[in-house]
């Protein structure tokens, strides 16, 4: 939601607003990654170095592929569909781990 309220505000060339947007992203961005690492460290007991250093792994390849990615579609189509694409993509993801994230240490329902 974030995503789709900052580049409405791109749309509309608000930068005070731009600037919350970016701020609430990257507060919600900083509260989420240490909860991803928790999630792993307890689901995966006995690897936890290597369920993390993949984690990391993963995280920094698309940290350094994404750009690159969004810069050819910026100049193939225009930076309206980069927002646009990943507000889907985060919203599509959004709703495919709530419905999949289960906590391993819940007890079984009898």
């Keep these: 939601m974030t995503v789709l309220l900052f580049w409405l505000a791109l749309h509309f060339g608000l930068i005070p607003v731009l600037v919350l947007f970016l701020l609430a992203y990257r ?19 006995q690897q936890k170095a290597t369920a993390v250093g993949l984690y990391n792994f993963s995280r920094f390849i698309g940290a350094a592929i994404g750009p ?20 889907l993509l985060l919203g599509v993801a959004a709703f495919v781990i709530r419905k999949n994230l289960s906590d391993p240490f819940e007890a079984a329902p009898r």
């Design 27 to 45: 507060l919600l961005l900083g509260c989420s990654l240490p909860v991803q690492s928790t999630i792993l460290v307890n689901l995966f007991q």
């Design 68 to 87: 690159l990615i969004g810069g050819l579609i910026v100049m193939q189509y225009s930076v309206n569909v980069v927002f646009l694409s990943l507000d």
